[in-house]
Structures are given as structure tokens and as C-alpha cells.
């Protein structure tokens, strides 16, 4: 019995021994950090402070040639190419030759107009019969009017075939069935999209011969975001570098902001028109466009200063009572190790620089 009420004793001990350790934790968990239990050893206060800041709008762009002195050379019909006497880079000239095209159209065209002229010929030597016979009537006005239909008719197929054949670029009285292909415009050759001895076919393929464009003016073209469209405007002036010439800088302005958001990046293009006379800016080339805004104050911050938890930026700062706290903060723009807060901190205020990361809980605790 004495036993029994012993035991029942050490039990409850343990039972009160163990409630208190948990309490214990429990209060530890839940409880701030004291100042002497957060780290210190690797943290860097420095107070930071408003900096006027040059709020220069840049977005990437690249060159690119105006469609409207872009053309793409088809075959004029089908047949094989022959003599292809142009290649990229190239400069051509307005109704320069590029290459050669042998067609079995032309004789086909050619077999077409000399039916119709045989035709029409057989229609006049009807007509001027059924004159005659009508003229002591022989034949009736019924069946002189219907001589006369079928004559116009074959004069006007035979006029349809010759144009067909001018159409090709051929004469119908000509024995040829080689055609010239030739550049429409003034231009530099940007693509060849074939090659001699290939078969054309002009209503089917989707390969032309020859890309040929004017880049005495050429477009630079960026991506402007959803946010920084209500900063720029028609005719804004421009400055803008290419990565082939960084130690120049080309002005020009805002000639049109598109009218519609790509769904992927929520950019509408901006475009602004180079004068190319020496054709130094080529057609894919990287640019960078740099527009001026007023300048702004903004607190600077060192990159290290900065943590991101998820959609959420913050940093920590430091209490009166020696404690780090943190607080959320907004961001702007990020150059050579620096970041601008542009909400969430005060002029003059401290923050935690360095060793930031070592104050944050330890995760699942």
C-alpha cells in the first residue's frame, strides 16, 4: 500500500516535470528574440538617405526594315530558275536582273493566243461570207447577227491571250521561253530563299527567290510595358546606342506606340525612324532606347539590404530597444549592386545592409 501511494507520487512529479519543460518551450517559441539572442556579429547597420536619381526610361530594342521598302521577290510564273546572279548583302538597283527563269507556261500561252488567232480569223472569213449572203438575201439578219457575236467573242479571246503573254513578259511573236526576274526596287539583298536549277511554282510556294529592302531609313522598335505607357508620348525624343557602335549615341523620336498589348508580355511596340544613308544600322541589330524623364528622389539601398519572400520585398531595420524588425517595403529599379525603395522607408532612416538573411526564423519553427 505504501508502495502504491509512492509510486502515484513520482508519477504526478513527472506529470508536473514535464507540463513546465513544455510550457517552457512553448514560451520560447512564441517569445521575441532579447537583443543579446539575435545575431550581431555579421550584421551591417548604415542609415540611408533620398538621392536624386536619373529616371531615364530604357528599353531594349532592335532594328528592323520598314515594310513599306520591303519586297519579297516571287516568280512571275512556274519553271525552273536559271542563272541566279545575286546574293545577301548585295546591292541591287531598280530593274536589275537577279536571275533567269525558264517557264513551259510561255509555250503554253504562246499555243493558247495562236488557237484564238486562228479562231478569230476563221470568225472573220464567216462574218464577211454571211455579209455577202445577206446582202442578197440569202441568209437572214438573225443568223448575220449571230456570225457577228461569234467574231467578237474570238477577237476578244485572242486579245486575252496576248495579254496573258505580256503578262508573262514575253512578246507574242517572240520564240523565247527564258524570262528575266528583276528587283523592283532599290535595295539590299537581305535573304535568297533559292537557288538555280530549283523549280518555281508562282501561285504556290511560300519561298520567294530574293528579300530585297531600301534601309536608306530603318525602324527601331522596343517593347514598352503596361506600367511606363502613360510616360512616353508621340514625338518624345529618343536617344538610343547600338551594341556595334557604343561609343555613339543616335537621336531621334517617338513616330508611333502601338495601339494593342501583346498578351504574353503586356508591351505594345514603340517605334521611332532612323535615317540609314550609309546602311551602318542592319536589320536585327540590338539597340537600346533611352528616354528622358524629370529627375526623381529616391532612397538607395544596397542590393544585400534587400529580401524577397515570395511577392513580398522587405528589409530589416533596427528599434530603439536594440531589436531588428522587419518591414515591407517597395522597389524600383536595380543598377550596380544598388536597388531604389520607393516606398516603405524614411530619409535618414537605418537599415540592417548587411547579414540581413541571418535575422529571419529559422523555417518551421
Known sequence: MMTSRICCSILRCAAIVAGAALTLVGCRRSAPLEPTQQPTANLKVEAVYTQPVDSALRIPGRVEADP????????????????????????????????????????????????????????????????????????????????????????????????????????????????????????????????????????????GIATVANLDEVWVTGDLFEQDLGAVHLHDPVSITFSAYPRETFRGNVANIGESLDPSTHAVKIRVVLANPSHRLKPDMFATLSLSRPTVLRIIVPQTAVLHDGNVTEVYVPTADGKYVVRQVTTGASSDGRVEIISGLQNGEKVVTEGAAFLREPAGD
Do not use: C, W
Not at 545577301?88 to 495562236?114: C, N, W, Y
Open 68 to 207: 513599306l521598302r520591303l519586297v519579297h521577290v516571287y516568280a512571275p510564273l512556274s519553271g525552273r530558275l536559271l542563272d541566279l546572279k545575286i546574293s545577301p548583302g548585295q546591292e541591287v538597283h531598280k530593274g536589275q536582273t537577279i536571275a533567269m527563269l525558264q517557264s513551259g507556261d510561255v509555250a503554253q500561252s504562246r499555243s493558247d493566243f495562236e488557237k484564238a488567232r486562228i479562231e478569230a480569223e476563221r470568225a472573220d472569213r464567216a462574218l464577211t461570207r454571211g455579209r455577202l449572203l445577206a446582202a442578197h438575201e440569202v441568209m437572214s439578219q438573225a443568223e448575220l447577227q449571230e456570225l457577228q457575236a461569234t467574231d467578237a467573242a474570238d477577237h476578244a479571246e485572242e486579245e486575252r491571250a496576248r495579254q496573258r503573254i505580256h503578262e508573262l513578259g514575253f512578246s507574242e511573236n517572240g520564240t523565247t521561253d527564258v524570262a528575266p526576274i528583276i528587283s523592283p526596287i532599290n535595295g539590299t539583298v537581305l535573304e535568297v530563299g533559292t537557288a538555280s536549277g530549283e523549280m518555281q511554282r508562282s501561285l504556290e510556294t511560300t519561298n
